[in-house]
Each structure stands twice: as C-alpha cells, then as structure tokens.
C-alpha cells in the first residue's frame, strides 16, 4: 500500500491543478494521496470530482497545511480530515490567506530596495488563483536568475525566515492550531521538522519521543509538482500511521475512488 500524505496544487502553491495532481498520483501507483494546500481547502471539491475519472481505485484523504509560529520561528502544522465548515477554524484560515497579499507585496518592496527587479505583477501572474505565498516569490526570482532554484530563495539573504526579504504574516499559535484542528474532528502532524533551509530544525532524536508520546509521524513528499524536485510517492506513509489517523479523525472521512466505476 502507497500512501503519500503531503501535497500540494494550484489552490496553495502547487503547479498541478488538484485534478491534475489526482491523475498524476494515480500515475504514480499510488494507493492514498492526502491534499493538503497552504491554508485553503479550496481544491478539495475538485479533487474529489476527479476520482470518479480514474482508472484505478485511489483514495483521497482531504486536508490543509497550517502556516503557524512560536517564539518567532516558523513552522507548518498538517490537518487531517477536518471538518472544513467549522467556524472557529475556518475563520483562522481565512485571516491567515487574508494575510498573503499584503505579506507577499511587502517582500516584493524589499527585493526591490537590495535591487532585485521583481515585479508584484508577475508574482500574481505565477500564482494564479492559489493562495500567494514564498514559493511564487522564489519562482520569479529563479525566472530572473537571482538564485538557481526555487530551494535556494528560502536562504537568509533571501526569503528565509528572518531573511533580507522576509516579512511576516499572520500564523496560529501550534497549540492553538492542534486545538482547532482537533475540535474540528482532525488530526494533526507537525510537518517537515528536519527542513534546515526555514531555519530551527527538530533533531531526529525527537522521533523517539514522538512514538513514546503517541504522536504521528507521517514523512511524505510535499510535493509541488515543478517547484520542488520530489516527485509524488518519493517519500510516503506507513499503513498503519495513516490507519491511526482514520481512526482517530471524526471531522471527515477518506474518499474513495471508484476505479472507473459509475455509481
């Protein structure tokens, strides 16, 4: 069984479409692939949709990325089927989006002033209908041969946190966020700990505590589709985590595919 927890689309800042990136995950053999863009369940629907057109039976796990920071160091929090209509939940990933915008420009003026001839225009040109975000931001940055890649933007002397051109946006609170999460009917995973180009990193030691604790730990690819060099199913999830996670949800339920078949 393959499953992969972590990816994004065009509803966050992905480059495949969430219909496109259902067909490409089945593609990729795999089994379960979870949605989770940056802040929005705004792909969901979509993705949904397109598991009835797959040839293959696939299940699709429904969730979002939650942007959140404590004693000033970044960090993101996974939500796993969640109930999207909770409205004390909703309404912290509506100021976070809210945030993007004027966040995103603000770095946009930075890069300007150390002379980097980025523009606002074709920030919002890169991304499109998704939440505008760093990844958008780098990406012109690649465009116009500042850094090589879009992983190399999220240095200090560019977009990292604290970096020359980071800006601060409005994020939860991680006890906050699990709180919510968890009221919702989801659960939570502290996503990718061991990302030393963010800053503070979680040594691995701490996977020890985490089994003793009874907390998951989900790996997976955090695929982007073209903006990050993992692939879909490059890293991916034990069975029996992703069965913890079924069974410790009550906000929502994995959707099944059809395999082709019409109900």
């Known amino acids: 069984m393959r499953i992969d927890l972590h990816t994004h689309s065009t509803a966050s800042d992905g480059t495949d479409t969430p219909a496109e990136l259902v ?19 705004r792909g969901h629907a979509e993705a949904v949709a397109a598991l009835a057109g797959l040839d293959r039976g696939m299940t699709l796990v429904t969730g979002a990325e939650l942007s959140c920071r404590i ?21 912290e990933r509506e100021l976070v989006r809210d945030d993007r915008v004027p966040r995103a420009q603000g770095m946009v003026a930075r890069l300007r002033e150390l002379s980097v001839p980025v523009t606002w225009e074709r920030v ?12 958008h931001i780098a990406e012109a940055l ?12 999220f240095t200090p002397q560019w977009l990292a946190d604290g970096g020359r051109a980071h800006v601060e946006k409005h994020e939860l609170d991680p006890f906050t966020a699990v709180r919510l999460v968890k009221a919702a009917g989801g659960v939570t995973v502290f996503a990718h700990p061991g990302a030393s180009k963010r800053g503070r990193t979680v040594p691995e030691q701490v996977m020890w505590v985490a089994a003793e604790l009874g907390l998951l730990t989900t790996g997976s690819s955090d695929y982007h589709g073209t903006r990050k060099t993992c692939r879909l199913g490059d890293f991916t999830t034990d069975p029996e985590i992703y069965g913890e996670i079924t069974r410790r949800a009550t906000g929502a339920f994995p959707v099944p595919g059809t395999g082709g078949r019409r109900a």
Do not use: C, K, N, W
Not at 71 to 91: I, K, N, S, T, W
Not at 142 to 153: H, I, K, N
């Open 23 to 41: 067909r490409a995950a089945a593609a990729a053999g795999l089994d379960v692939v979870a949605l989770t863009d940056h802040d929005t369940t």
């Open 71 to 91: 004693d000033g160091v970044g960090m993101h929090m996974l939500a796993y089927l969640f109930d999207p209509d909770e409205p004390e939940l909703a309404r």
């Open 124 to 135: 919002a040109a890169i991304a499109g209908d998704g939440s505008v975000g760093r990844p």
């Open 142 to 153: 690649v465009e116009l041969g500042v850094v090589p890649t879009v992983s190399d933007a």
